[in-house]
């Protein structure tokens, strides 16, 4: 039986010849922290191009496939697919870079940059039509919430949560699916952040990583991309971009609440689900799959569950669970 990088390369070697494909020239260009693999080969005239590998076991490219004809509709940068094998699972695509917004992104050209980005989101959101995408429904909600107890509190804090715990964790995390699903819904990207942005030759930025897309809550990508998960901002900088996209979305007929006081709640909420479920994902990336390298973030993450659960009574609990859970007792600041 051929191995993987065998199969690739026959499937290169059999695309047409105006490529220009060098096979030989193939190298690793990212990894995720999924199934999927990307090289990066040379082309015709200097041309670069990106090769999607994703086991048809492990991962589907219909998804991506379907996703990318959505932004490119939406006038989007993301990459272009010029040819496709679905049954095996391999994808040519356009290569938009070797620098991501993560690499470049410092305080000078910050405003600039994630400026850019929310441009490219309004444009996504406003591309939104209804029944086209997955919903972001409660059971989805629900389950990336409880990868927080299998994973994060069971299996890397060793942790076994009592009664009281439990009722806790489930009154807390009712709390929050109330207002997750109380949003209006748009086209949702699911992992907008800046290493998932790329410093393009086309317009900025640059979109990957969308093949998870969804119809749901409108500020799940805007909490995506603000409070991020290698790289964070003090809390003054994230309102006034906050604020800034509002308004934005406001002026373009987004779904979002009339009163920034409301809609601020809402991203917090929204962010705080996100992070309870990368604390599960991290740890779950490294016991069932050996990728440790992602655990480093995690005290990011439980500074942003800490900070949330802190500024509202009804998150308190939270609070208090994960200083038992971590068996730390932090000093808590407050912005208003």
């Given at each position: 039986?051929?191995?993987?990088?065998?199969?690739?390369?026959?499937?290169?070697?059999?695309?047409?010849?105006?490529?220009?494909?060098?096979?030989?020239?193939?190298?690793?260009?990212?990894?995720?922290?999924?199934?999927?693999?990307?090289?990066?080969?040379?082309?015709?005239?200097?041309?670069?191009?990106?090769?999607?590998?994703?086991?048809?076991?492990?991962?589907?490219?219909?998804?991506?496939?379907?996703?990318?004809?959505?932004?490119?509709?939406?006038?989007?940068?993301?990459?272009?697919?010029?040819?496709?094998?679905?049954?095996?699972?391999?994808?040519?695509?356009?290569?938009?870079?070797?620098?991501?917004?993560?690499?470049?992104?410092?305080?000078?050209?910050?405003?600039?940059?994630?400026?850019?980005?929310?441009?490219?989101?309004?444009?996504?959101?406003?591309?939104t039509e209804e029944g086209v995408l997955p919903e972001y429904s409660r059971e989805l909600l629900?389950?990336?919430?409880?990868?927080?107890?299998?994973?994060?509190?069971?299996?890397?804090?060793?942790?076994?949560l009592n009664d009281r715990q439990k009722s806790i964790l489930k009154?807390?995390?009712?709390?929050?699916?109330?207002?997750?699903?109380?949003?209006?819904?748009?086209?949702?990207?699911?992992?907008?952040?800046?290493?998932?942005?790329?410093?393009?030759?086309?317009?900025?930025?640059?979109?990957?990583?969308?093949?998870?897309?969804?119809?749901?809550?409108?500020?799940?990508?805007?909490?995506?991309?603000?409070?991020?998960?290698?790289?964070?901002?003090?809390?003054?900088?994230?309102?006034?971009?906050?604020?800034?996209?509002?308004?934005?979305?406001?002026?373009?007929?987004?779904?979002?609440?009339?009163?920034?006081?409301?809609?601020?709640?809402?991203?917090?909420?929204?962010?705080?689900?996100?992070?309870?479920?990368?604390?599960?994902?991290?740890?779950?990336?490294?016991?069932?799959?050996?990728?440790?390298?992602?655990?480093?973030?995690?005290?990011?993450?439980?500074?942003?569950?800490?900070?949330?659960?802190?500024?509202?009574?009804?998150?308190?609990?939270?609070?208090?669970?994960?200083?038992?859970?971590?068996?730390?007792?932090?000093?808590?600041?407050?912005?208003?």
């Amino acid at each position: 039986m051929p191995d993987r990088q065998s199969e690739r390369q026959q499937w290169l070697k059999s695309l047409p010849s105006r490529y220009g494909l060098d096979c030989q020239s193939e190298e690793p260009a990212s990894a995720d922290a999924s199934f999927r693999s990307y090289y990066r080969l040379k082309g015709e005239g200097g041309k670069t191009y990106i090769v999607m590998d994703a086991p048809p076991a492990k991962e589907s490219v219909a998804p991506f496939m379907k996703v990318t004809a959505l932004f490119e509709k939406a006038g989007l940068n993301v990459p272009h697919i010029f040819e496709a094998d679905e049954k095996a699972g391999f994808l040519l695509l356009s290569d938009l870079g070797r620098q991501t917004f993560l690499d470049v992104l410092n305080e000078s050209n910050a405003r600039e940059l994630l400026t850019q980005a929310t441009d490219s989101l309004i444009r996504w959101q406003t591309s939104t039509e209804e029944g086209v995408l997955p919903e972001y429904s409660r059971e989805l909600l629900s389950r990336e919430l409880n990868l927080f107890p299998e994973w994060y509190i069971a299996r890397h804090r060793q942790t076994e949560l009592n009664d009281r715990q439990k009722s806790i964790l489930k009154i807390c995390f009712e709390r929050i699916l109330q207002n997750n699903l109380a949003q209006p819904k748009v086209f949702v990207h699911r992992d907008f952040m800046p290493r998932n942005l790329m410093v393009s030759d086309g317009p900025l930025p640059g979109i990957l990583d969308y093949q998870d897309a969804v119809y749901g809550p409108v500020t799940y990508d805007i909490a995506s991309l603000l409070r991020d998960a290698f790289i964070s901002w003090n809390e003054e900088f994230v309102i006034d971009m906050t604020i800034r996209y509002w308004e934005k979305a406001r002026a373009a007929g987004l779904p979002v609440a009339h009163d920034f006081g409301q809609f601020w709640k809402d991203v917090e909420w929204m962010g705080l689900q996100r992070h309870l479920k990368v604390l599960g994902i991290f740890a779950r990336i490294n016991y069932r799959d050996g990728k440790p390298k992602y655990l480093a973030d995690t005290p990011r993450f439980l500074g942003y569950v800490r900070q949330t659960a802190n500024r509202y009574d009804e998150l308190r609990p939270l609070l208090y669970l994960v200083d038992e859970i971590e068996q730390t007792v932090p000093q808590y600041g407050y912005t208003f």
